[in-house]
C-alpha cells in the first residue's frame, strides 16, 4: 500500500476513521477533513455496542457525522460491529486512521495498533495528532459538560450541540 498512490495508479485509497463519536467532536471533525486531504474516500466507522449506555443511538451518531459532512463527498458513514480488521477486510481498505491528543492516549492506541496489525498484517494504523486547539477535547467531555448545563458550542458542531441539548432537556 503507498500512499498518495493516486499518482502512480487509478486505485482509490480508502481509510477507514474508526471511534464511538457518542457524539463526534470538534476534535474528530478536524482529523476527518485533514485526513480527506491525503486519501480518496474517508470511512467514518461507527461502533456497535461499544457502550453499554450510550447518550446517541448508533443511528442518531450516523446521521449527526452525515449531516456535518454533506458538503464533503470523500466522507462516507457506516458501522461495525466486531473488529475492526473484520471490517477493513470486508470493506478492502487498508487502512486505519487514529488521533491522538495527548501522550495519555498513546499507550492504548499503541497496544490496538499493534494487536490489529498482529490479526491483519497488511493493514496499517496511520496516527494523525490532534489539532492543539482540540486536545482537550473528548465526547466524554462534551456530555458532562452539557449533561450539567455548560456551554459546548465551542466543542461540537452546532447541529450536534441542539441535539444534545435536547437529549438533555428531555
Ligand atoms: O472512540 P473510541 O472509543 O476510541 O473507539 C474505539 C474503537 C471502536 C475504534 C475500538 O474499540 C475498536 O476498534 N473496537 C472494535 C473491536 C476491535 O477490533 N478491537 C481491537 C482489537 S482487540
Known amino acids: 500500500m503507498t500512499l498518495f498512490k493516486k499518482e ?4 482509490k485509497t480508502v481509510a ?13 471533525i478536524d482529523l476527518i477533513e485533514r485526513s480527506a486531504v491525503v486519501f480518496d474516500e474517508v470511512v467514518v466507522a461507527v461502533a456497535c455496542n461499544q457502550e453499554k ?3 446517541f ?4 451518531r450516523i446521521k449527526m457525522i452525515e449531516q456535518v459532512f454533506s458538503h464533503n463527498l470523500q466522507v462516507k458513514v457506516e458501522t461495525f460491529s466486531g473488529l475492526l ?8 481498505a ?3 486512521i487514529r488521533g491522538l491528543r495527548a501522550v495519555s492516549d498513546f499507550e492504548y492506541e499503541f497496544q490496538m495498533a499493534l494487536m490489529n496489525r498482529k490479526l491483519a498484517p497488511g493493514i496499517e494504523t496511520f ?30 458542531h ?7 441539548k435536547a437529549k438533555y432537556s428531555s
Do not use: N
Request: charged share 20%.
Open 57 to 60: 443511538t448508533v443511528e442518531e
Open 94 to 96: 487498508h487502512v486505519i
Open 127 to 156: 496516527f494523525m495528532t490532534s489539532s492543539a486547539l482540540y486536545t482537550y477535547v473528548s465526547s466524554r467531555i462534551v456530555k458532562e459538560l452539557a449533561s450539567l448545563g455548560g456551554d459546548v458550542s465551542d466543542l461540537v
Open 53 to 55: 449506555t450510550p447518550l
Open 158 to 164: 452546532p447541529l450536534v450541540e441542539k441535539k444534545i
Open 8 to 11: 502512480i495508479s487509478h486505485e
Open 85 to 92: 480488521i473484520d471490517y477493513l477486510i470486508k470493506r478492502e
Open 16 to 28: 477507514v476513521f474508526p471511534g464511538s463519536f457518542d457524539p463526534v467532536t470538534v476534535g474528530h
